[in-house]
């Protein structure tokens, strides 16, 4: 059996896209769930739309996902250059097309702008295109000379068939049929020399023995035409598998606005890389059984692209928070401890142990950002209402809080050792000498150290980092507010 081989073949024109990662990452599983190589290979033949940066960008996002290439631009393994510019400049795609001109699959285009601003126009794929109207195939060999001779701009034009129809199949979309009246003359080389991606990446993905095209299904309406070229020179179509869209909740195709569309703004939102990359397999794949967590290596074991939907996938952000809290709830503590630090010394400012805080939150965040909102009162008792104080299940109110408080502030006066379990021993005596509930005590001591209704902490705990002054500052200013409102 041949060895499978798939490429990644980003156009480095800025972010890295969530489609653009699931191509990446699709492409990376059909090839490794087979024991095949993963190419890298640069496509960046649109020169208008290169960025700065951007390569760069894509070398560390594989990185970060663990998707490593087998070849590319600084693993060549004989089908190199891996970058497409580079690779022109060995002539290979002008050589290609020259040769569908000797067979008449192709021809030279001299039209001017003007010209080809008179011709009509056609909406594909959102983008207007024009309808090409052979004007310059049936131009004289002379003719054709002279205007070369002239040095007159120049591009190359597919030649396609105006009538009959063109059938090509997709693993995922079956055969489709299309009018050869609907496939237009695309241009192949453009007047800058650069091939364009439609010829580009017929020739690189034939001359790379590239057997499995996974890309998304954008691409699918000019497959027709470069299975046309694959034809014309006698070369061995590949497998197709075009993926689905994706869309945000509202079933839109995911803009490029807003938050959750790059791979880089997701991690600037606290993602953690592992769960992005299991959440986008699961963009357009399902396994067999309901199990959603995979790490890396699992994905490669169950990945069968036979079970990739046509149907559009949807970005759910509330999913992809679960999943990546699931990661960090699992994770070991020095890791998480790593990640979350500065996100609390956003946060605390005053000398606290910051470490006992951040360990307070890893199995109640679901991203590193909600740390934040967990423990601000650490730093400052926010703004709050006493009816905080009442609650229904405790049995508390403004009233009962203010006593208990007010016998607690003398006993904290005169304990020295604040630590949880001490101090948990010691109002527990006072809780039983009085024969309270343990709420009815520990919920007016909460919410005056924090003024929240919900902490990642007991009252004992929250005691035990704010230490002794703090905490009994906290409680007398909290007497005075209830003192206020009677
Ligand atoms: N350079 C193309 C893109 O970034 C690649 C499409 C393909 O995988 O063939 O969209």
Redesign the pocket.
Known sequence: MEKIRT?????PTGKMHVG?LR?ALYEFLVAKHAGGDFILRI?DTDQERFVEGAVDLINKTLKLTGLTYDEGPDKDKGFGPYVQSERMKTGIYLKYAKELIEKGEAYYCFCSKERLATLKTEVVDGKEITVYDKHCLHLSKEEIEKNLADGLPYVIRQNNPTEGTTTFHDELYGDITVDNSELDDMILIKSDGYPT?NFA?VVDDHTMNITH????NE?LSSSPKYNRLYDAFGWKIPTYIHLPLITDENHKKLAKRSGHASFEDLLNQGFLPEAVVNYIALLGWSPEDNNEIFTLDELIKKFDYRRINKSPAVFDMQKLRWMNGEYVHKMDDDKFLEAAMPYVSEVIKKPLDKKKIALLTKSRIEVYTDIKDHIDFFEEVPEYDVSMYEHKKMKTDVKSSLDVINDVIPLLENFNDFSNDALYAMLSEYVNEKGYKTGFVMWPVRTALSGKQMTPAGATEILEILGKEESLKRLKAAKEKLEHSL
């Open positions: 490429r990644y073949a980003p156009s653009n191509s496509e991606y990446n095209v996974v890309r998304g691409y």
